[in-house]
């Protein structure tokens, strides 16, 4: 089954429906479609429909670069600084992984944001049947060089 695409599962989040569609989801498509509503509404900067994303409470997040942000008000806050930022690269998101447990779910992914290579971590809790981002953090990715094709010739 394919997941929806993320827009439609934000969509459902902010009209408060479930929609029968989103209950005939698998939990990871479920998962998977909340991620991609996640970096919609980054990639349109949209702060109403990121807050309709994160839960109202255990919230925590670590952009690049940034120091840990603890509760909603500050992670909202963050991206509504972000957003406003006019040299803010385009973002994407790929290679998603999912991992599930009870109640809660994590995509681990690769994250870009302009010319930047990001390892992400989106960690969701299932909150009244939605999945709802408790927790983001992105890190560099460290690629190693490739090795020179003739080590003797350099020697």
């Known amino acids: 089954m394919t ?61 690049r670069g940034w120091p840990p942000l603890i509760g909603r008000r500050a992670v909202l806050a963050s991206y509504g600084d972000i957003f406003s930022n006019p040299l803010q690269g385009p973002i994407g998101c790929r290679q998603e992984t999912v991992l599930l447990g009870e109640g809660e779910g994590r995509v681990l992914c690769i994250e870009t944001v302009g010319l930047a290579v990001l390892a992400a971590t989106n960690w969701f809790r299932r909150v009244e049947g939605r999945w709802l981002l408790t927790h983001h953090q992105a890190s560099p990715l460290a690629v190693a060089a490739p090795e020179p094709r003739n080590r003797a010739a350099m020697h």
Request: aromatic share 8%; charged share 20%; glycine share 4%.
């Open 3 to 63: 997941p929806p695409s993320g827009r439609n599962y934000a969509a459902a989040l902010r009209s408060g429906e479930k929609s029968r569609k989103l209950r005939k989801m698998t939990d990871e498509n479920a998962l998977l479609a909340a991620n991609s509503a996640y970096y919609q509404a980054f990639l349109a900067r949209d702060a109403a429909t990121m807050a309709t994303l994160w839960a109202q409470d255990g919230v925590s997040c670590i952009h």
